[in-house]
């Protein structure tokens, strides 16, 4: 067993010497759900690192020891001792049982090096062919100990090399010989491409062999990739060769410069005219022509931008520079693949010449502002504003300028010219107006830096008036979309019904915007703004009040750590929680006091009294100003600042802000647009539980902009099953394929597949949802999950199985972030998924991942400093917590391509997960007091499923969801008096 010696951090489970990659193949190979062990850290003097395990993945959290008190980073609380913050975790369910035997330590007898020996000697003896023996035999008796006692430095430092790359010289010398067979192949094909008039490609780099096995490795992984570069060219080439009506070859005047001429439909109004787009890499020229007059050529510096269209694949609109001016012409290509040869040679020519890098994503900072001027004069001076200075998360004395600012505002009466005057002497005079809209007094404004105008495109603005009658715009929202490079976003700014009692009309306000605003593709009419873009921004006066009375307010406000209690009653809290509203959005953690009701003049005292002609009006100090955000899965967005100002005090409402950095994403050019494309997306299974009483037949609809139209199941001839009288559960084996325009893994791996649940009889739709094909295999099915909203309402979820078969090139590297060596790995959400809605935490950039979210507040870990699989391929499938003591693991058998790193962000750990260790024993108590509220609510019926699901007490029902619910076949009523008396139990 491992001992931790004279460290003063004395523990069986604390390794002063254990690495990281041994950590996680020991807490991996347990097979255990919250298996966790505590090590030195490698990077930082004198902390550890809590290393926990979870469904074959390990996640790190870094601790601190500091004035006799250890901490975990970025989580609040203090603990005098290791064993107390381990026992703080373990009581919350998120730790399960220490490894107290992994590793046999130095001090420990010598002979386990002997047995390491002996142990492979009889493996090789059982397994080992003829002829082969001999140098392994010569390996395990001069180097297996040696190897067994530097395996914690990793691979590199083995002598297993050695063995290894002796054994491959034979394979180096044929597989030399075979690339250089295949460049000449490939060479043929792409000579034989540019006398038809094709674009030459970027070829395949050889690499030189070396005596180490990653020499080696990246030997096969060349031939592979060199094998699918000379099969391609070759299909390139006699697609041309067919077709010559796509490919003109234009000769340059010195004889080798090649054009690539495309017959293109040129649009303007409704007329279309025959014209011609040619683009010569080698020169930077693109050339504009209409049959039967001369070119007009434009240096590639003076193409702006390309701008795809979202509804037609074949159209493209180019941004040219004219003069002092700018000119955009659309254009129709006569096929999708046509129009990304075309995109691609022009990214092509730029990045030859120096005009563009090669980047796929480019990191932004967005400010989101928002202020109900009250109509009154705002002040000169908007600095601390605009550059997030005052109470909660704020910048503090940091210079941070953002790239874009979208500021909306309430009750302005205000000049708007003047307004933006102010803003601009605030942010400077380097921004320009991108897009402005008003209803009324709500008015939304969005400046963006000047160079970055070229990447902005599809820009739309909207309103929707749910005031009086739902006509009148004194309430209701404005809202501008708009794509920068290929990622779209949208921004609405809302101001909701007044006064405590009407939560319930705000309720309908929001699900009334989301029904009125016109953003977004025509096409996907069903799909309202929550659903259709990869990042949507929610803020405003939404005028969500505190459920407590004015007395109790005021004396929580003047006592310290009061926020929590406060934000316990936030009616925009408890209304979400319940999937009222604002479904699937996430709020940075509030740290700030109540933006409203301020006296004017003053931030230190409220106002909350209100004259009207009907008698007093309490208006109770309210959270009514706020910023949340949602963003597709698997998509990079970090939470900066969160907080409001203190020194702009014209209203009675202080102006809020939040401040984001996201990666966005460059309008994406396949490397493989002229190769043969066999790839397709296989959906094999597909289930989804709708939460309506209608017995009907439903059908699933696909979206997507990598395919053209939409896909659908096809009909069925009955339902099947329901799970009780207000639920409808139907399930699909095979579902479908759908025929992506580009074969490229790295594309199809960064885009989100749309989905609507319809209804066979009237087409009705039942809900809307998303999920990433990030991370899925070509040979091992993929699972995916999403919740489902339809206006706004949490209306059920889908889950099954996909994955892409056939895709050309590598996956996506999207989401590289550093770990905390300053190596990059594939991103991660928190393992913790009961966690509030702060997580993840401001300063950790994590992926997003669908999930239908607690907000109800409380302690949770957070996000891990580093989450990594086993080995590459596909996860083990999650069969639950395993009884096995936490000994030496047995080292698992499954299949390396099995295993995967980056396919998933972590899941949630199953309910037992969170309740019971190996061998632990039931309360009792506990039960009986479960059984007693469970009769108090009249489900009792349920007590036992409660239990077998690990809910084997009381306190234990914060952690479930609506899934657990369902999955016992509870109907709506009953859930909604579940998650209410929850609800009670946590306040």
């Given amino acids: 067993m491992a001992s931790a010696g004279a460290s003063p951090f004395a523990v069986e489970f604390y390794y002063s010497s254990m690495s990281r990659s041994i950590a996680e193949h020991l807490l991996v190979n347990t097979g255990i759900d919250g298996c966790y062990l505590v090590r030195a850290s490698e990077t930082r003097a004198g902390a550890m690192v809590l290393s926990v395990g979870f469904q074959q993945r390990v996640h790190h959290y870094r601790l601190l020891f500091d004035n006799n008190e250890f901490v975990m980073e970025g989580h609040p609380e203090t603990f005098s001792s290791l064993p107390d913050l381990l026992q703080f975790f373990s009581d919350k369910g998120q730790l399960v049982t220490a490894l107290t035997s992994p590793i046999i330590d130095d001090d420990c007898e010598s002979s386990g090096a002997d047995e390491c ?32 006692a530097v395996a914690a430095e990793g691979p590199k430092a083995l002598q297993l090399n050695e063995l290894i790359v002796d054994s491959s010289q034979d394979l180096l010398r044929e597989l030399v010989k075979f690339q250089r067979t295949l460049k000449i192949i490939r060479d043929m094909f792409v000579d034989a491409g540019i006398n038809l008039g094709l674009s030459s490609q970027t070829v395949v780099p050889y690499v030189h062999p070396q005596n180490t096995v990653d020499s080696l490795i990246t030997q096969l992984a060349n031939s592979a990739a060199m094998i699918a570069d000379a099969r391609g060219q070759g299909v390139r080439f006699y697609k041309a060769f067919n077709d010559e009506s796509v490919y003109h070859s234009v000769e340059g005047e010195d004889g080798k410069n090649k054009d690539v001429t495309f017959d293109v439909k040129r649009i303007e109004l409704v007329k279309r005219y025959a014209a011609q787009l040619t683009a010569n890499v080698s020169t930077g020229k693109v050339a504009l022509g209409d049959k039967g007059s001369a070119p007009k050529v434009f ?13 037609d694949k074949t159209k493209m609109g180019v941004l040219f520079k004219m003069g002092k001016g700018t000119k955009r012409m659309n254009f129709a290509f006569q096929d999708a693949l046509s129009r990304e040869e075309f995109a691609q040679l022009v990214q092509l020519m730029k990045v030859k010449h120096g005009a563009l890098d090669n980047e796929q994503y480019q990191k932004l900072r967005v400010f989101i502002g928002s202020f109900n001027m009250g109509d009154e004069v705002p002040p000169s001076n908007l600095h601390s504003w605009f550059r997030c200075r005052g109470l909660g998360i704020t910048h503090g004395n940091e210079q941070v300028k953002y790239d874009i600012y979208v500021i909306g505002t309430q009750e302005q009466k205000y000049s708007e010219s003047e307004w933006h005057s102010l803003i601009k002497n605030a942010i400077g005079p380097e921004y320009v107006i991108a897009s402005k809209v008003s209803l009324q007094q709500i008015r939304l404004v969005i400046f963006v830096r000047e160079s970055l105008m070229t990447k902005i495109s599809h820009i739309q603005t909207s309103t929707a008036a749910t005031g009086i009658a739902n006509t009148y715009g004194n309430k209701g929202a404005a809202g501008i979309s708009m794509f920068i490079g290929a990622t779209s976003v949208c921004f609405v700014n809302c101001h909701l019904a007044a006064n405590t009692e009407r939560w319930a009309q705000r309720n309908e306000n929001y699900k009334a915007i989301l029904a009125k605003l016109q953003l977004g593709d025509k096409k996907l009419a069903d799909f309202d703004v929550s659903n259709q873009f990869h990042h949507v921004f929610v803020f ?176 069925r001839p009955d339902h099947e099953g329901k799970t009780n009288d207000d639920t409808i559960q139907q399930h699909w084996n095979p579902v479908g394929t759908i025929k992506p325009i580009i074969p490229d893994r790295k594309y199809l791996e960064s885009e989100v ?33 999403c919740e489902l909203s339809h206006h706004g309402s949490h209306t059920g979820y889908l889950h099954g199985k996909a994955m892409i078969r056939n895709a050309l090139g590598p996956g996506s590297d999207m989401f590289q972030e550093e770990d905390e060596d300053g190596s990059t790995v594939s991103g991660g959400e928190s393992m913790w998924d009961h966690a509030p809605a702060a997580v993840p935490q401001v300063g950790s950039s994590v992926r997003t991942r669908e999930r239908a979210q607690n907000v109800t507040g409380g302690d949770a870990m957070v996000a891990p400093v580093y989450t990594k699989g086993t080995a590459s391929g596909r996860p083990h499938s999650h069969v639950g917590n395993t009884t096995s003591p936490p000994g030496r693991p047995e080292i698992a058998r499954k299949a390396a391509s099995d295993v995967s790193a980056s396919s998933l962000a972590p899941p949630q750990i199953p309910p037992k997960a969170h309740r019971l260790s190996s061998g632990s024993v039931e309360s009792p108590t506990g039960r009986a007091k479960l059984t007693s509220w469970m009769q108090e609510m009249n489900l009792g019926q349920y007590t036992q499923r409660f239990i077998d699901l690990g809910f084997e007490e009381v306190q234990f029902l914060v952690d479930v969801d609506q899934k657990d619910l369902v999955k016992m076949g509870m109907s709506r009523e009953e859930i909604a008096r579940i998650m209410d008396g929850v609800s009670k139990l946590q306040s």
């Fill in 117 to 148: 020996a002996e142990t492979l000697m009889q493996s090789l003896q059982r397994r080992a062919a003829r002829g082969v023996t001999a140098p392994l035999e010569e390996y395990i008796k001069n180097h297996a100990s040696a190897d067994a």
């Fill in 753 to 785: 597949l749309l989905v609507a649940v319809r209804s066979e009889d009237g087409n009705e739709c039942y809900g809307e949802g998303r999920f990433s094909l990030f991370g899925m295999s070509d040979s091992v099915p993929s699972d995916f999950n």
């Fill in 540 to 715: 405003g006066d939404l005028n969500y009040r505190v459920n407590m009375g004015i007395d109790q307010v005021l004396k929580l406000l003047q006592s310290n750590n009061s926020l929590s209690t406060l934000l316990r009653a936030d009616q925009l809290r408890q209304q979400r929680q319940n999937g009222n509203v604002l479904f699937g959005f996430q709020e940075e953690k509030i740290l700030f006091k109540p933006t409203y009701r301020f006296k004017k003049g003053t931030r230190k005292e409220y106002a909350y009294e209100k004259k009207k002609s009907s008698g007093i009006k309490i208006n109770v100090p309210s959270w009514c100003d706020r910023v949340l955000y949602r963003s597709f899965p698997n998509q990079r967005i970090k939470q900066m600042t969160y907080g409001c100002t203190t020194d702009i005090m014209t209203s009675d409402h202080s102006p809020v802000f939040a401040g984001f950095e996201m990666h966005i994403s460059n309008q994406f050019v396949s490397a493989y647009t002229g190769q043969e494309n066999m790839c397709q997306i296989e959906i094999q299974e597909a289930t989804v539980t709708i939460y309506d009483a209608n017995k009907t037949n439903l059908y699933l609809e696909f979206f997507a902009p990598f395919f053209e139209g939409k896909a659908r199941t096809q009909k």
């Fill in 299 to 311: 240096d590639h510096m003076e193409v702006l931008q390309l701008i795809k269209s979202r509804s």
